[in-house]
Nanobody, 121 residues
Framework: QVQLVESGGGLVQAGGSLRLSCTAS????????MGWYRQAPGKQRELVAT???????NYADFVKGRFTISRDNAKNTVYLQMNSLKPEDTDVYYC???????????????WGQGTQVTVSS
């Protein structure tokens, strides 16, 4: 089994910064794409940013130029540096990872438990 544990959420004023971290643990053969999503109450979960194992990144238009995703493959960890935060960035942020594990080296999709980010105006 694999677990994703997130940290780094909290309360920040508009214009401030936060850094989210997500570490995968368990019986892991390799980590493929990792990413961050966010979800507000009553709304669908939406993509924030993703990063491949080779370091290629993809961002939602609403975070381009403000957020940076990175990863440390040796630590099975993905980060999200969030700068110039706005009140509309307030959401629960979820880590996602495509993990290869098991006897047959199959890829599975895992989610973290979510971490609250609140940006005050």
């Amino acid at each position: 089994q694999v677990q994703l544990v997130e940290s780094g959420g909290g309360l920040v004023q508009a214009g401030g910064s936060l850094r989210l971290s997500c570490t995968a643990s368990g019986s892991i053969f390799s980590m493929n794409s990792m990413g961050w999503y966010r979800q507000a109450p009553g709304k669908q979960r939406e993509l924030v940013a993703t990063i491949t194992s080779g370091g290629s990144t993809n961002y939602a238009d609403f975070v381009k130029g403000r957020f940076t995703i990175s990863r440390d493959n040796a630590k099975n960890t993905v980060y999200l540096q969030m700068n110039s935060l706005k009140p509309e960035d307030t959401d629960v942020y979820y880590c996602n990872a495509m993990v290869v594990h098991g006897v047959y080296r199959l890829e599975f999709n895992y989610w973290g438990q979510g971490t609250q980010v609140t940006v005050s105006s």
